[in-house]
């Protein structure tokens, strides 16, 4: 028999600011102490050096956690010009130092346009890609270098915020890109674009999909609210269990209907005409306002499930 899982059967999502030095995995295992919640994951990595938001998926949330992997994301950023790490950031050792007191803004503004929209990326040894089940960056700390394939990224904006000159020049710069992006792979590649050299200092996450900074909540603070209380004291910080799929047209059914749907049987209802056409997802909630999950619409109106809440009649 599977053991019970410790903790409140709670779900929802937190929008956490990560603090610096800090690996995501424990900022994690922070939040699910502090709430006591029996099930939480977070939804893709940051490095232990960058900060800002981190959504955390709790209960039933985990279950959508998908969509947040794949969601695009903002960045504000440091890079340092005259200085390469082994790490392409500054958790590394510098192995090369270049000069960079004729580098102007110019230049980082020229250099820069070469990495807007889509791009070919190499992934760095110290990223937390696998190969053969092994974290590449365990391998970069051993001292072995695997091949890696180019990947397809987008950059929708790189916009340069500020430039500060000198024999190691500093560029604040905000990036908005699709998932997998790798800002570090940007600063090492500008750097060695403009023959100095370069790594990131600083990395600051202000969106992750719909989630935003001016939603996140600090440890500090939850730890502070949390003191000497019971963990239900955090959770109006929840978001709902639907958050992460809240980009998604919304479909009350009908009670009957809605009954049918959470035993997992495609049903018909004349509203979905009007939200989308064959093979959109919609969120699917009851007359009562409960989502029970993510609906794929089909061209005759039909409404198939495709990930169900947990329910006290299904799964």
């Given at each position: 028999?599977?053991?019970?899982?410790?903790?409140?059967?709670?779900?929802?999502?937190?929008?956490?600011?990560?603090?610096?030095?800090?690996?995501?995995?424990?900022?994690?295992?922070?939040?699910?102490?502090?709430?006591?919640?029996?099930?939480?994951?977070?939804?893709?990595?940051?490095?232990?050096?960058?900060?800002?938001?981190?959504?955390?998926?709790?209960?039933?949330?985990?279950?959508?956690?998908?969509?947040?992997?794949?969601?695009?994301?903002?960045?504000?950023?440091?890079?340092?010009?005259?200085?390469?790490?082994?790490?392409?950031?500054?958790?590394?050792?510098?192995?090369?130092?270049?000069?960079?007191?004729?580098?102007?803004?110019?230049?980082?503004?020229?250099?820069?346009?070469?990495?807007?929209?889509?791009?070919?990326?190499?992934?760095?040894?110290?990223?937390?890609?696998?190969?053969?089940?092994?974290?590449?960056?365990?391998?970069?700390?051993?001292?072995?270098?695997?091949?890696?394939?180019?990947?397809?990224?987008?950059?929708?904006?790189?916009?340069?915020?500020?430039?500060r000159p000198g024999v190691v020049a500093e560029v604040d710069v905000r990036v908005s890109c699709s998932k997998g992006t790798y800002i570090r792979s940007i600063a090492e590649d500008l750097g060695q674009a403009l023959k100095v050299g370069g790594?990131?200092?600083?990395?600051?996450?202000?969106?992750?999909?719909?989630?935003?900074?001016?939603?996140?909540?600090?440890?500090?603070?939850?730890?502070?609210?949390?003191?000497?209380?019971?963990?239900?004291?955090?959770?109006?910080?929840?978001?709902?269990?639907?958050?992460?799929?809240?980009?998604?047209?919304?479909?009350?059914?009908?009670?009957?209907?809605?009954?049918?749907?959470?035993?997992?049987?495609?049903?018909?209802?004349?509203?979905?005409?009007?939200?989308?056409?064959?093979?959109?997802?919609?969120?699917?909630?009851?007359?009562?306002?409960?989502?029970?999950?993510?609906?794929?619409?089909?061209?005759?109106?039909?409404?198939?499930?495709?990930?169900?809440?947990?329910?006290?009649?299904?799964?």
């Amino acid at each position: 028999m599977a053991r019970k899982p410790k903790g409140r059967p709670i779900s929802g999502v937190l929008v956490l600011n990560k603090p610096g030095g800090m690996t995501s995995n424990r900022a994690l295992q922070i939040a699910k102490r502090l709430f006591y919640v029996a099930k939480a994951g977070h939804t893709g990595s940051l490095d232990p050096l960058a900060t800002g938001v981190l959504p955390l998926c709790f209960g039933d949330s985990t279950k959508f956690s998908q969509y947040l992997l794949d969601a695009d994301k903002t960045y504000e950023s440091t890079f340092r010009l005259g200085e390469r790490t082994d790490t392409s950031d500054s958790d590394g050792e510098i192995v090369e130092t270049h000069s960079a007191l004729h580098i102007t803004e110019a230049m980082v503004l020229a250099g820069l346009m070469a990495f807007k929209g889509e791009i070919s990326q190499v992934p760095s040894m110290f990223s937390a890609l696998k190969k053969d089940g092994q974290p590449l960056y365990k391998l970069a700390r051993q001292g072995i270098e695997v091949e890696r394939k180019a990947r397809q990224v987008t950059v929708y904006a790189l916009d340069l915020l500020a430039f500060r000159p000198g024999v190691v020049a500093e560029v604040d710069v905000r990036v908005s890109c699709s998932k997998g992006t790798y800002i570090r792979s940007i600063a090492e590649d500008l750097g060695q674009a403009l023959k100095v050299g370069g790594h990131v200092s600083r990395l600051h996450r202000t969106q992750a999909g719909p989630f935003t900074l001016a939603q996140s909540v600090s440890i500090d603070k939850l730890e502070e609210l949390r003191a000497e209380a019971e963990p239900e004291v955090l959770d109006p910080l929840l978001l709902p269990v639907d958050a992460p799929v809240a980009n998604m047209p919304k479909l009350a059914l009908p009670e009957a209907t809605a009954y049918y749907f959470r035993q997992g049987n495609p049903v018909m209802d004349a509203q979905a005409f009007a939200l989308g056409g064959e093979g959109d997802k919609v969120r699917v909630f009851d007359q009562a306002g409960e989502f029970l999950g993510i609906g794929e619409l089909s061209d005759d109106g039909r409404v198939a499930p495709k990930r169900l809440v947990a329910t006290n009649s299904a799964d």
